[in-house]
């Protein structure tokens, strides 16, 4: 699978799980810019240094890759990545939405300046660069795009009520850019990766070392390559283990003279997973 004469954009490549994948698309024929803040993993500080790092392995393995440290958080740092990869290569095929940063706190000791900052980073900055590369998709009727969402989002983890929430308004996201993108040829979905990373490496303990952020960019190279039909599609990813992860409706009850106890008295029939429709189609659960 690869990407000669494509152009992509990987945010939150200076380490980690973006890097992982700029040096792999790389390797592929892709022309990457590479996107890092260069901050420490609460958002603070700034250095291009670990960009460059990145690209100088690119380019020493005969590819090709620019460095970027715009701040994904702001309209202009979102404007200002996806104008960098149109001077260098004249156009934009694939995005990853990688970039990211913590402040985990309890919820009872959470402060708002936690809040916007993580979602400054995660949420709106995933919305900036895409908004910025948008017309360019639309206009050559291509493009790629990947979320980074979570476990936390999807399933929650206790301390990152920031983070989750951020990251969940990942997926609303990607559903709707989905039907929207349809039309020209743009496809978007989401990754939930696992993987020892500079963020998470003090949490995994043990069982970090077989979270190589390795085995996760495989599922990104697929759903960044123009084979790929999948859109809205939820991927979890970590130790060499995929699964698709997504939202079921269970077949529920109906009943036009509805109250409370009648909720009461049928509720484990409206939880029951057994049966579902995920999208409009029948899944036996």
């Known amino acids: 699978m690869t990407f000669d004469g494509q152009v992509a954009i990987v945010t939150g490549a200076g380490g980690g799980l973006g890097r992982c994948h700029a040096l792999e698309l790389a390797r592929r024929g892709a022309r990457v810019v590479v996107n890092d803040l260069g901050s420490a993993v609460d958002g603070s500080g700034a250095s291009t240094s670990a960009a460059q790092a990145v690209v100088d392995e690119i380019t020493a393995a005969g590819g090709s890759a620019i460095a970027n440290g715009d701040s994904v958080?702001?309209?202009?740092?979102?404007?200002?990545?996806?104008?960098?990869?149109?001077?260098?290569?004249?156009?934009?095929?694939?995005?990853?939405?990688?970039?990211?940063?913590?402040?985990?706190?309890?919820?009872?000791?959470?402060?708002?300046?936690?809040?916007?900052?993580?979602?400054?980073?995660?949420?709106?900055?995933?919305?900036?660069?895409?908004?910025?590369?948008?017309?360019?998709?639309?206009?050559?009727?291509?493009?790629?795009?990947?979320?980074?969402?979570?476990?936390?989002?999807?399933?929650?983890?206790?301390?990152?009520a920031n983070y989750g929430a951020a990251k969940m308004g990942l997926v609303g996201m990607m559903h709707v850019l989905a039907i929207e993108g349809a039309r020209n040829g743009i496809t978007i979905n989401a990754i939930a990766p696992i993987a020892r990373t500079r963020m998470t490496e003090d949490i995994m303990g043990e069982a970090g070392k077989a979270m190589d952020p390795e085995l996760v960019t495989p599922v990104v190279v697929y759903l960044a390559h123009r084979d790929c039909d999948r859109t809205a599609h939820i991927y979890s990813v970590g130790a060499g283990k995929v699964s698709r992860v997504f939202i079921g409706v269970t077949k529920g009850v109906e009943n036009t003279e509805l109250t409370a106890e009648a909720v009461a008295a049928a509720i484990d029939e409206i939880d029951d997973p057994r049966t579902f429709t995920i999208r409009g189609g029948p899944v036996a659960g």
């Open 73 to 160: 958080a702001t309209e202009a740092g979102g404007a200002a990545i996806v104008e960098a990869a149109k001077d260098a290569f004249g156009r934009v095929d694939i995005l990853v939405n990688n970039a990211g940063i913590l402040r985990d706190a309890a919820f009872k000791n959470m402060t708002a300046d936690q809040v916007d900052a993580v979602v400054a980073v995660h949420l709106t900055g995933a919305f900036n660069v895409t908004r910025a590369v948008w017309p360019t998709m639309r206009e050559q009727n291509y493009g790629r795009i990947i979320q980074t969402t979570s476990g936390t989002g999807l399933f929650g983890n206790f301390g990152q």
